[in-house]
């Protein structure tokens, strides 16, 4: 193959193919630089034997490089074959399409505010009529399936009860053991009983189980209501009339209402069997002790705290978790994504809501 | 391209290939040759092993018996990267497109560009284009797969099968889901890749209508058997119930 000036006739000859152009373009380029292009006018095919559509391309660019230049360009003679290839991926009359202008940076911010205003004002509407109907669904249980409730239940809360059991004693474990250490310091090891019921009453039981039950039921719901959206099944029930939130969401709201309280409770439960292990072996109480200081130092007050924020929590989570569900574009993949979304924003919420409450409610 | 040209030997020959899945035979003994320049049309009912037939003699399943050449070569003993080189020549259209779904169609057709040539950006552009337009997608260029209808889907994945003008190209379904305007445009497309680049063509089908307008071949398979195979007019002749219940059934 090669690629020869004589007489302002440029004569390529040889393979036109993929794998020959990039030595071409090489090649090329030299000339460019070394002898006169201006004055071409005809480029001669005869020579060329095989060509593809990288070749094509390439006589393409020569076209209307040298073209600019000349003004006016023949082509000569290639055989028959290599000119049907030619005819085929000819890109010279081809539309150029303009990619779209990429978004300057207060473009994208005033965009993104935009966006995250519609969003939040979204995710509110969805909340308000979750809660409507959740509210509605208490009284008459029309639009839901018999059963769904307890089905979801057992799915959301007694199925999360051995990761919520082992996350639980592990912590309950490590924070009696770290704060042991240093209660011991100063012999005030039996404070442990009051220093691990507050924290887990008020603080860690909530945010624990919220935290798993984000991971492991946000993600669900999520998951389940994207599937749903993008398999047309929600079209499906608006069309058998039934309302997809009424169908779908509002058992779920109800099963999580009524399990994260007992699904906390029982964290709490197991994370004191941590404590009262180190406490009987490393700081020698008795478990009486630790029973019933345990006990005493929680009000009423610190209860009520734990039971509303964990239900609170509940609610953020079905929320989070429908609106990403809802919000689903572009099948399988975008499945994927709202769930990742849904439980990164969940846990984002919990977290943010838990220091909101803290603060609230010393 | 022009070596298997001028000799008229097969390109691809399949003998007793056999697969099975578990303890259910899905293709049973076939034995097919291939011709360079042909369009072969897989055909037969949903479920008969069509499209296993076409995932088996490309590797994409491994079969469990038998023999598939390309250009000679036994393909099945090969290593992963032996067999990287027979699949650089060939491309396939899946059936629901397979576009990666992340990116747009532009970079779809660039990868396979990008990953096997040394081409320049320049060259590489105007090759997208070319392909894009060729499957009347000229417009989508920079859309996402998430963009894109079902039909548009399927000829974007076809300009990506053709980026690096393959000598075999594979349809699996290319025109189930398509308006008939559009699925005769591909049709169209398909006879001038044979006719311009002389490209050999697999596809599977039960479109009558395009079946009609575009084999050469035809290969019928029934419950993973290979009833018949050579062109149309033979198998109209051939007198075989599946087949002629198969094209009385089709009729319109």
Known sequence: MSISINNNVLTLEGEFTKESVPALEAELSKLNKSASTAGISMIDLGGIHRIDSAGVSFLDGIHQRLGEKAGILLFKGARADVQAVIDTFSTINLPVIEAQREMGFFEKLGDDTIKAYQAIVEGLTLASEIMYYSAVGILSRKGQRKGSTIQQAALLGSQALPIVALLSFIIGFILSLQSGVQLKNFGAGVFLADLLAITMVREMGPLITSIIVAGRSGSAIASEIATMQVTEE??????????????????????????????????????????????????????????????????????IISFGKSIWFAWVIVVIGSYYGFQVKGGAEGVGKATTAAVVSSIFAVILFDAVFSLLYL | ???????????????????????????????????????????????????????????????????????????????????????????????????????????????????????????????????????????????????????????????????????????????????????????????????????????????????????????????????????????????????????????F
């Open chain 1, 234 to 303: 929600l079209d499906a029930l608006r069309m058998m009339a039934l309302h997809p939130i009424r169908f779908v969401v509002v058992p779920k709201f109800h099963a999580i209402t009524f399990v994260m309280p007992l699904l906390v409770m029982f964290s709490i439960l197991v994370a004191e069997l941590g404590g009262a292990m180190i406490a009987v072996l490393m700081l020698d109480t008795s478990v009486e002790t630790f029973v019933s200081r345990s006990i005493e130092i929680l009000s009423l007050k610190d209860i």
């Open chain 2, 1 to 251: 391209m022009t070596s298997s040209l001028v000799t008229k030997t097969p390109v691809i020959e399949i003998k007793d290939l056999q697969a099975k899945y578990g303890n259910l035979t899905i293709l049973d003994g076939i034995s097919v040759d291939i011709h360079p320049g042909e369009i072969t049309v897989i055909l037969g009912g949903s479920g008969c092993g069509k499209t296993t037939l076409l995932k088996n003699m490309l590797r994409l399943y491994e079969p469990t018996a038998g023999s598939v050449k390309f250009w000679g070569e036994e393909t099945l003993g090969m290593s992963e990267n032996e067999f990287y080189e027979v699949l650089k020549k060939t491309g396939m259209l899946f059936q629901n497109g397979a576009l990666l779904n992340s990116i747009s169609v532009y970079e779809n057709i660039s990868i396979p560009l990008e990953m096997h040539t040394s081409l320049s950006q320049d060259v590489i552009d105007r090759i997208i284009r070319v392909k894009l337009n060729l499957v009347g997608l000229g417009n989508a260029i920079y859309k996402l797969p998430s963009e894109l209808s079902g039909g548009m889907k399927k000829r974007a994945s076809l300009a990506r099968a053709l980026a690096l003008d393959p000598e075999i190209l594979f349809c699996d379904e290319p025109s189930a889901g398509l308006d008939p305007v559009t699925s005769e445009a591909l049709d169209n497309l398909i006879l001038n890749l044979k006719h311009q680049l002389k490209m050999t063509i697999v596809i599977v089908t039960h479109e009558l209508a395009s079946i009609h307008r575009i084999a050469d071949k035809i290969i019928f398979l029934d419950g993973g058997k290979m009833l018949f195979n050579g062109t149309l007019d033979e198998a109209r002749g051939a007198r075989i119930p599946q087949i002629d219940h198969f094209f009385e059934v089709g009729k």
